[in-house]
């Protein structure tokens, strides 16, 4: 990348200038620890460049890999991805818009390890996306489908930030934290019984609150508007979206799906 330093760190650590067009003529991936786009996410930050193109977004954060010559992300994964789509729709609207980037050039992977973790501490990764063994593969490419088939499935119950999440709704990535937990708590390793719980869990959680008996460690405090929205799209999981509490309504009935 040609492109002169605003600033320079380190010889591996550069702050550059760049317009969108020249962002978009690199050959780009998601780094492979880094969570995928999450769609609604997307949207709402395509929504915001189309609406504001004249404000400047957040730095972007990538890693030049030169063994395969790929720019990959560390962080802006969710802006690259709004970008994409704004472009396909109005190149010429946002063509000029100026971007600054965080490049790192053939780091080591240990080092760029701890640079994610100290962009993500503010809004974290899932542990998911941290690891390289064999299980952790399997188990992310589970949780992964299983996310997809939820959000398609129950669309109106994800948001894109936490700042927008209302009860019975839930982000992605806090959803995968608590696929990721029952993974592993339960020992479950195949899709159809992951699945299985989270149905049984989602069943439980509607009975017991229709029944109206609340008991003081799971109270009952829901309004008309939120139990018409669980009985209108048939979810009703992410009214307690504490995984302990999840739990709790997977194992009344647990014992047949675990063996």
Known sequence: ?????????????????LTIEQLLELPIENWKHN???????????????QKRANEI????????NPKTDIYEILDGIHRYSAIKEVSEKNMEHISDKILFIHLFIDISYGTLIDIFSDLNKTVPVPELYIGQTQDNTN???????????W???YKEHFSGSKTSCQIPNIIRDSFIDILSELYTSYKIRSKSKLLELLDRANTNIKDYVLAGISF????????DNQLQKCSKSGCYLFLYRDVSKIKYFIETEVTSVIV
């Open 1 to 17: 990348m040609d492109y002169p330093a605003i600033h320079e760190y380190t010889e591996s650590h550069r702050l550059i200038k």
């Open 35 to 49: 969570r995928p786009p999450d769609e609604v996410r997307v949207a709402e930050i395509e929504s915001f460049i």
């Open 57 to 64: 977004l957040q730095p972007f954060y990538i890693h030049y």
């Open 139 to 149: 188990k992310k490419e589970i949780i992964e489908d299983i996310a997809k088939e």
């Open 151 to 153: 959000k398609k499935l």
């Open 216 to 223: 003081r460690t799971i109270p009952i405090k829901f309004s």
